[in-house]
């Protein structure tokens, strides 16, 4: 740490000598880059018009900068952020034309934000506890600063010195010292929220020329690096890249992270940011990248809205930034095709260079399947994506056992999602927020989030005596993250991941293991053994939030027909209604749906008697927040309990030509032939052949020799798991 | 009639003369045109090597020609629709390539018919009153016969006369004699499927040169012409080419139609059937495309599968015909592109040398505003579809006023559907079916259909006293359709249709109208006014199946918490739960929901008391057959009735940018200035605008003339309505 801080004085010494501008969003090495290959390539002259198409009109066009007043949706929120879209353009536009126009835009709308914002005080809808002034919330704020810094610096040569010192007095100068001041223990947490405030105060500063704000944004209010810049790139991070709030909030923060990292590049060349931490920033961007659906879309784990794909804003900077850092690769090509335009920096300019060889580009995302570690050390459990087949008909599943991954992580300790071929199948509810939408709660998180959609029922994972993980309280999840057990992902056909979790509920281990894995005839089959243990008795409830049309259940049941209640009053139960339950024993039971063209059924092992039930959320919404989605869940009272649940992809529906083929399931049958402290054996029956699963309990090691033996027949394996098929080790 | 039959007669004796093969699907002239032009369009080479890679394979393998089994979706069901595919594209391979193999093909697989369908019985899924041999229904026989006739009459010269003998007694016969003998009332019924009778029966005559086919197809039974192919031709359409059951069953209907015109066409030119009836063909396919949504789905009036579009096998086939017989037009090709393949005849051929220049095909299909008739003479009411805006923009008012539509029709008269921009937003149901899903109910018709889905409150109509349109009684509901009241199609902006029932529910008559129009501002908005008078109490509920999230409502109500109940027990009412109700007085009550990107509110004028639900389709629905899908209705006790309701387009919502704009209704106030037998006078405050909509009762004289006086202000009009915009006549 004394380096660290020696190294950021040194460089902020530096910076006096050198003051010069642009250096925010471009160096001017950068820029002389950029002008040098714009003209050929129509992406890049495609961008160019786009943002000249949005700015020019403006250019002899009074801009308002209204009073703040309404929440996200409503029309001030919506115009100051048009504001600093605007100005960044412009900076753009000025940066590469030299036209006077563009930078006396930007100096006239400061000017007007100068007289706004010393007067400002907290922001009317402000609810939070980091509230706003020229938005609801701070976090916009500094959205505003990192935004509208980059076109003060910009434009920087083409304002003058009189309107410089008012802008960055009135304009720069109150906001800054808010965040900095007002909201201290906000501005210095660990959290994505952080990033964007250091970033705004950093960008500032370097726009400004102001050290104090570098050294703020660096180092935190402290001074001592326990908060800042580094301490967010070095924290929020596992080693290999994975960010702990989530991917969906990753792609919000890669932003500030990118855009500051640019910036202190360009001031600080020697420092070599985009290598810290063994390039962490390289690393985030791919993990990223990696934990999107075919269609792009953000894995919905945590609080996730689930129409964010990699065509955001946030991911077209990011990706310009680590072109520029770390080279033109395939998969950026690839994602840069589906944005469909570039940023106008150098890495922008690198990727529509690039661009014009359509060869270049890949057919598909280079998706792998990949294992991450959580926290900062990487100790903190961790999530794996499973990924069978290639290019349209990949499914994905994914495992998580990270931590609760701060404010917006869910409690959801092993819980599954599967997607198949760009459809959800086994949905995360996702969280329930309409962004942007003022008549929603101003477009903030729904009250139904935190009393439905964060609640471990919510999920795909196990509900012990109807109470979510750690009772559904942040400050205990953050104590504790499960373990890997075992995992391989070498073998393309037979993916496995396998964790254990004893502290989500006092007293139970679960233990989850998934065997996703493509049958030599082409089927898919996902495998998951789920153990609860326990020296008390209990109410074991695990659920499946499949998306699709009910086709076929196996089993009879009673629907509720005149009448509906709720499958339970608290911890999320009372947003299920009760459509259907069954009470079922010692069975196979079978439920199929479809989603688009394909069957889905799920086989489910019942020892003993279990409760099944169908559910649907939506009860208890007053508002209508919620979408109406199903649930199966399969109830079981025990002390001991291991369920073992099969999930089939099979068959083909072809709507317009009205045929289907391969509608029914082909596992016939499910048993446990051992199930002890030793080893735990299961046995299916898929098309007429048996199936083997075997793991072992405790002794993990991958080089123990184990055996086990069925009709005389001795089954010999090395490691913690192996699958037998036919007798043939798979 | 007299006539018609002299030269049915005329041409059936032509027939012995020139018998000569092929001339079902080809004629010689056409197959000559095809082999011409072949060569050096990407397109038909595409579509060939695609036939060719279906078929090639089986020229060297056995085709198994199952017994008869399955219902839909089971395996013999889907081999034997496999078996008269591959039947087909052999014929036309072997048409177009003259490869002998193709030809053996067919007559192995017929031969393989021969030996099976002499022994049929009844198939044992069969349940309906028109059972099927090789398949459940005989529906899908007569498809059978249809294209193993083509693939015989195309194969005929490839085929050895023994075994010509063979297939014609053993795989035609035995099932021409059961559909017109065994099924000798199905055969002659005015319906769909006695199009694919008479088509299936007429064909295999052409085929095998066997003329009391020919003239059982085109005559029916009786031989008088009450039933057959000219009657079917004669009764099933308006005059305009309006198909009596709706869009969804013209596309299938239309297959059967234009193939066997075609192969009449081919066998006796002289009789000119494309110019049959005016050309009632024409017409047909161009209302059949005209009865689209952008995404060329189908309106999903009556019984309808909501992903139908004009792609399916039935419209390419259609086409194909309908170029040969009426010439290549720009709206043909437009469809021919989105089908991405062309049929290998002349139709298709002409069509693909077209499209080898894509300025040839418009950006947008030629959609306009249309107002169909109904009935033979086109005297049992209407259909009229209003179209607002242009291009992607697009809206479509889908207003019914039709007669029943036969078994497949709903009680749904005045009902209302909106379309905007590719997206249905004011629903029909459609029909509760998974057509070709052998696990939900073989494929067929669920119950929930008839006892949901075609019942009154599943539309968006008028339901009086909680019992559907002539108590749900198809036999009755045949008797009458509503009348025309006036309509006006003219004005881009502004396009207007109203119609009167009075026979639906007895002592209750109801007029509806409808304005949609584009306000100078650009908004859309959809007014609709209806009015339903009595001399005795009612319950009037007027629902509106909205699609789109719930976003705001301006009114207390009171929603279902942890229990639910049905919002009523018959008639389809017991299939909504009642999420949630309201009583309101005097009063405008607002409702907002997003669709898309896009805000939609419906303001509605409350006189006196009303009770509003909000309800959700999907209880009593032990299968989980019914789609769970919201309505909104308002509820009235009273004898005389007017609903003022104004659906308003607005705003626009960006997920990925986060930013909403024009979220909030711009209607404010709606009253009735006037409401008794002379005249209607609404009173819509728009943005602070007053929008009047004037309407006579009962003088619809387009020139009588009106006036209606306000704050001293005269405005004066001729016809039986007018609108006038802050005081301006619109």
């Given at each position: 740490?004394?380096?660290?801080?020696?190294?950021?004085?040194?460089?902020?010494?530096?910076?006096?000598?050198?003051?010069?501008?642009?250096?925010g969003?471009?160096?001017?090495?950068d820029?002389?880059?950029v002008?040098?290959?714009?003209?050929?390539?129509?992406?890049?002259?495609?961008?160019?018009?786009?943002?000249?198409?949005?700015?020019?009109?403006?250019?002899?066009?009074?801009v308002?900068?209204?009073?703040?007043?309404?929440?996200?949706?409503?029309?001030s929120h919506?115009?100051?952020?048009?504001?600093?879209?605007?100005?960044?353009?412009?900076?753009?536009?000025?940066?590469?034309?030299?036209?006077?126009?563009?930078?006396?835009?930007?100096?006239?709308?400061?000017?007007?934000?100068?007289?706004?914002?010393?007067?400002?005080?907290?922001?009317?809808?402000?609810?939070?506890?980091?509230?706003?002034r020229?938005?609801?919330?701070?976090?916009?704020?500094?959205?505003?600063?990192?935004?509208?810094?980059?076109?003060?610096?910009?434009?920087?040569?083409?304002?003058?010195?009189?309107?410089?010192?008012?802008?960055?007095?009135?304009?720069f100068?109150?906001?800054?010292?808010?965040?900095?001041?007002?909201?201290?223990?906000?501005?210095?947490?660990?959290?994505?929220?952080?990033?964007?405030?250091?970033?705004?105060?950093?960008?500032v500063?370097?726009?400004?020329?102001?050290?104090?704000?570098i050294?703020?944004?660096?180092k935190?209010?402290?001074?001592?690096?326990?908060?800042?810049?580094y301490?967010?790139?070095?924290?929020?991070?596992?080693?290999?890249?994975?960010?702990t709030e989530?991917?969906?909030?990753?792609?919000?923060?890669?932003?500030?992270?990118?855009?500051?990292?640019?910036?202190?590049?360009?001031?600080?060349?020697?420092?070599?940011?985009?290598?810290?931490?063994?390039?962490?920033?390289?690393?985030?961007?791919?993990?990223?990248?990696?934990?999107?659906?075919?269609?792009?879309?953000?894995?919905?784990?945590?609080?996730?809205?689930?129409?964010?794909?990699?065509?955001?804003?946030?991911?077209?900077?990011?990706?310009?930034?680590?072109?520029k850092?770390?080279?033109?690769?395939?998969?950026?090509?690839?994602v840069?095709?589906?944005?469909?335009?570039?940023?106008?920096?150098?890495?922008?300019?690198q990727?529509?260079?690039?661009?014009?060889?359509?060869?270049a580009?890949?057919?598909?995302f280079?998706?792998?399947?990949?294992?991450?570690?959580d926290?900062p050390?990487?100790?903190?459990?961790?999530?794996?994506?499973?990924?069978?087949?290639?290019g349209?008909?990949q499914?994905?599943?994914?495992?998580?056992?990270?931590?609760?991954?701060?404010?917006?992580?869910h409690?959801?300790?092993?819980?599954?999602?599967?997607?198949?071929?760009?459809?959800?199948?086994?949905?995360?509810?996702?969280s329930?927020?309409?962004?942007?939408?003022?008549?929603?709660?101003?477009g903030?998180?729904?009250?139904?989030?935190?009393?439905?959609?964060?609640q471990?029922?919510?999920?795909?994972?196990?509900?012990?005596?109807?109470?979510?993980?750690?009772?559904?309280?942040?400050?205990?999840?953050?104590?504790f993250?499960?373990?890997?057990?075992?995992s391989?992902?070498?073998?393309?056909?037979?993916?496995?991941?396998?964790?254990?979790?004893?502290?989500?509920?006092?007293?139970?281990?679960?233990?989850?293991?998934?065997?996703?894995?493509?049958?030599?005839?082409?089927?898919?089959?996902?495998i998951?053994l789920?153990?609860?243990?326990?020296?008390?008795?209990?109410?074991?409830?695990?659920?499946?939030?499949?998306?699709?049309?009910?086709?076929?259940?196996?089993?009879?049941?009673?629907?509720?027909?005149?009448?509906?209640?709720?499958?339970?009053?608290?911890?999320?139960?009372?947003?299920?209604?009760?459509?259907?339950?069954a009470n079922?024993?010692?069975?196979?039971?079978?439920?199929?749906?479809?989603?688009?063209?394909?069957?889905?059924?799920l086989?489910?092992?019942?020892?003993d008697?279990?409760?099944?039930?169908?559910a649907?959320?939506?009860?208890?919404d007053?508002?209508?927040?919620?979408?109406?989605?199903?649930?199966?869940?399969?109830?079981?009272?025990?002390?001991?309990?291991?369920?073992?649940?099969?999930?089939?992809i099979h068959g083909?529906?072809?709507?317009?030509?009205?045929?289907?083929s391969?509608?029914?399931?082909?596992?016939?049958?499910?048993?446990?032939?051992?199930?002890?402290?030793?080893?735990?054996?299961?046995?299916?029956?898929?098309?007429?052949?048996?199936?083997?699963?075997?793991?072992?309990?405790?002794?993990?090691?991958?080089?123990?020799?184990?055996?086990?033996?069925?009709?005389?027949?001795?089954?010999?394996?090395?490691?913690?798991?192996?699958?037998f098929?036919?007798?043939?080790?798979?």
């Open positions: 740490m004394f380096r660290l801080l020696t190294t950021i004085s040194l460089f902020l010494l530096s910076s006096l000598l050198y003051a010069q501008h642009p250096v969003f471009y160096s001017k090495a820029l002389e880059y002008k040098a290959n714009l003209t050929g390539n129509a992406l890049l002259q495609q961008s160019l018009a786009s943002i000249k198409k949005e700015t020019d009109p403006w250019l002899d066009k009074p308002d900068v209204p009073m703040p007043k309404d929440a996200a949706g409503g029309y919506e115009k100051h952020k048009a504001n600093y879209l605007l100005l960044f353009n412009s900076g753009i536009l000025y940066s590469i034309t030299g036209k006077q126009a563009y930078a006396d835009l930007i100096a006239r709308v400061l000017l007007q934000y100068a007289k706004l914002n010393p007067g400002l005080k907290n922001h009317p809808q402000a609810t939070s506890t980091s509230p706003g020229i938005f609801w919330q701070a976090l916009n704020d500094a959205n505003w600063l990192v935004y509208t810094s980059m076109a003060y610096d910009m434009a920087f040569n083409g304002i003058k010195k009189s309107d410089r010192d008012l802008i960055t007095q009135g304009a100068k109150p906001e800054v010292d808010f965040i900095t001041q007002d909201l201290k223990p906000w501005f210095n947490l660990i959290h994505n929220h952080a990033v964007w405030a250091t970033a705004a105060v950093g960008m500063g370097i726009a400004t020329d102001n050290d104090q704000y050294k703020l944004a660096l935190g209010s402290s001074g001592n690096g326990s908060s800042g810049f301490a967010l790139m070095g924290q929020l991070f596992s080693p290999d890249g994975y960010y989530g991917p969906y909030y990753t792609r919000y923060a890669l932003l500030p992270f990118m855009i500051f990292a640019n910036a202190l590049e360009n001031k600080f060349p020697e420092q070599h940011l985009f290598q810290y931490r063994n390039a962490i920033l390289e690393k985030a961007v791919n993990t990223a990248l990696q934990h999107t659906n075919l269609d792009g879309m953000f894995f919905p784990m945590n609080d996730a809205i689930k129409d964010k794909d990699y065509t955001t804003s946030e991911m077209l900077m990011a990706l310009n930034v680590a072109t850092a770390y080279g033109v690769k395939p998969a950026y090509l690839f840069a095709k589906k944005q469909g335009k570039v940023l106008l920096g150098k890495g922008g300019v990727l529509a260079k690039a661009m014009a060889d359509p060869k580009i890949p057919d598909w280079p998706y792998t399947s990949i294992e991450n570690t926290g050390t990487g100790k903190q459990g961790g999530l794996d994506i499973l990924r069978l087949g290639k349209q008909d499914s994905s599943l994914i495992f998580k056992y990270t931590s609760h991954g701060l404010s917006h992580g409690f959801d300790k092993l819980n599954l999602n599967l997607f198949d071929g760009g459809k959800e199948i086994l949905q995360d509810y996702g329930a927020r309409f962004v942007g939408v003022e008549q929603k709660y101003g903030r998180y729904l009250p139904e989030n935190g009393k439905y959609a964060v471990t029922i919510a999920h795909n994972t196990l509900v012990v005596d109807e109470t979510s993980h750690f009772k559904g309280e942040e400050k205990i999840a953050e104590n993250a499960p373990v890997k057990r075992f391989s992902l070498d073998q393309p056909n037979l993916l496995v991941a396998s964790a254990m979790d004893t502290n989500a509920t006092a007293g139970v281990r679960m233990d989850r293991s998934v065997y996703f894995l493509q049958m030599p005839n082409g089927q898919k089959l996902l998951d789920l153990k609860a243990s326990s020296s008390s008795q209990h109410q074991y409830d695990l659920p499946f939030h499949y998306l699709g049309q009910f086709i076929h259940a196996s089993f009879p049941y009673q629907s509720s027909k005149n009448s509906m209640t709720t499958l339970g009053k608290k911890n999320g139960y009372q947003y299920l209604w009760k459509e259907a339950e079922v024993a010692n069975t196979m039971v079978q439920f199929s749906f479809m989603n688009g063209k394909t069957f889905y059924s086989s489910s092992m019942i020892h008697s279990a409760k099944l039930f169908f649907r959320s939506g009860a208890n007053p508002d209508f927040n919620l979408r109406h989605d199903p649930v199966f869940v399969i109830r079981k009272n025990a002390s001991n309990q291991t369920f073992v649940n099969v999930l089939e083909q529906y072809d709507p317009v030509m009205e045929t289907s391969g509608g029914n399931a082909s596992v016939q049958q499910i048993g446990l032939l051992q199930d002890n402290q030793e080893m735990t054996v299961a046995n299916i029956m898929v098309n007429g052949q048996a199936l083997l699963i075997c793991e072992s309990r405790n002794d993990l090691s991958k080089i123990s020799q184990h055996q086990f033996e069925i009709s005389g027949k001795k089954m010999e394996w090395v490691g913690p798991y192996a699958l098929y036919n007798g043939r080790k798979l």
